[in-house]
Structures are given as C-alpha cells and as structure tokens.
C-alpha cells in the first residue's frame, strides 16, 4: 500500500487566496482525520471524518475553512480565503475501524501564506 | 478525560548509548498508547502501540515501551542509540471513550552525539 497520499507537498500562496489541500487515505480506512501543526500549537485536531461523514469539526479554526469528504477515497481541506497566520504543515491521517486504533499520517502539506 | 506529559523536552546521548523517553498518561478507561516519530520535514510514523495485551511492547528500529498501570507510565526505550533517530517523539493515548481523539503529549527531541 502507499500509505497516506497528500498533495501539494509545499504551497506558497498569498494573503487572500484560495488553498486546497488534498489527501488520499489507505484504502479501506474508514475514519480520515485533519491535523494542523506548528510551533506554537503542535498538533491540533481540525476535523474526523467516518464513512465519509463529519463527525466533529470543532477543531477547525473559523469559517474560512472547510473540509469535505465526498468519498472513501479522497477528501479536501480549503481555507477561502487564506491568512499568514494560516501558515503551518497540514497532516491528512487515516485509520481503520474502530477509530480509536493507530492513525496512519501522511507527508504533510507544508503551507505558507505570504 | 485523558491527557499525556512528556517529561523531557529535548534528550541528547552519545551514538551507542540507551536513550529513554519518558511519558505519563491520565486516562479515565483503560488506554491504548501509541509513540510515533517525526523526522524532519517529514509525517508522523508509528513506532509502537500498547493496546491492553503485552505490557511490553516491541516496535520497529530496536525501540520498545513498557506498560505500568501502576505508575501511569508508558516511557520509551532503546539500547542502542544510531544517528538516524536523531527526530521527535511523540507519546500518545487514546481511549474507547474518547472514540477517536488522540491526545498528543508535547513532543521529545532527540539528539544524537557521534
């Protein structure tokens, strides 16, 4: 298996723009979760999906951003429109059910907001 | 509610020599632990998971974790330090009635001296 595919690694985009972020879980996980890291905060839960449904979403930040899971095997994470604070690495993770076993990470999408 | 402390921030050894990583967990139901390792610039991966069997937990690369219910501890170990695990450690916990939500503790960053 490939394992947790993310795309773009690196984004470099302006203040005000649009981003989205890409992730492919492993094939046959059912819950997908969205990660954001940085120094000041580490990691911090966006978003859990399960089957494809939201389940908690109270990790993420504000209105500009949203997440959507249209099937099993792909799901996106945009901010609309971006901040410099929005800078950080984003981690798309998956894991078999039950959810409560070890969550499998991708690379990381490296964002920077100028 | 479940919560982890990593008791050092940073941990530098000589190639060769044992390196240990300490952890405490709280946790209302019983636990399961996970460290992962994150090397520069790179995803999270899982290291090892201690999930109500063995106390004793064996992982990839030489590392493992001992159980002790009675300490709340979950601390990670390895005899033999190599350069390549220069990285950070994460200890986590989760648990069934937390459904999903993994709790990160702060994170331990490994140095290793040739």
């Known amino acids: 298996d490939a394992g947790v595919i993310q795309s773009p690694r690196h984004e470099v985009t302006e203040m005000g723009q649009e981003v989205t972020l890409r992730c492919k879980p492993i094939?046959?996980?059912?819950?997908l979760f969205w990660y954001r890291q940085t120094m000041m905060r580490g990691l911090e839960l966006l978003i859990y999906?399960?089957?494809?449904?939201?389940?908690?979403d109270s990790g993420m930040p504000e209105d500009r951003f949203s997440a959507k899971m249209p099937n099993a095997s792909f799901s996106t994470l945009k901010i609309q429109p971006s901040e410099p604070r929005d800078s950080a690495v984003y981690f798309c993770?998956?894991?078999?059910?039950?959810?409560?076993?070890?969550?499998?990470f991708g690379p990381g999408t490296r964002l920077t907001v100028l | 509610a479940q919560s982890v402390t990593q008791l050092d921030s940073h941990v530098s050894v000589s190639e060769g020599t044992p390196v240990l990583l300490r952890c405490n967990y709280s946790s209302s139901y019983s636990p399961s632990l996970f460290w992962y390792v994150q090397h520069p610039n790179k995803g999270l991966q899982l290291l090892l998971k201690?999930?109500?069997?063995?106390?004793l937990v064996k992982g990839i690369n030489g590392f493992e974790a001992e159980f002790k219910k009675s300490e709340t501890s979950f601390h990670l170990t390895k005899p033999s330090a190599h350069m390549s695990d220069a990285a950070e450690y994460f200890c986590?916990?989760?648990?069934?009635?937390?459904?999903?939500?993994?709790?990160f503790g702060a994170g331990t960053t490994v140095t290793v001296r040739a």
């Open positions: 201690y999930t109500s069997a063995a106390t």
């Open positions: 993770a998956s894991s078999p059910d039950p959810p409560y076993n070890e969550q499998f």
């Open positions: 094939s046959g996980h059912n819950s």
């Open positions: 999906f399960n089957n494809n449904v939201p389940i908690d």
């Open positions: 986590v916990v989760t648990s069934f009635s937390n459904d999903y939500k993994l709790s």
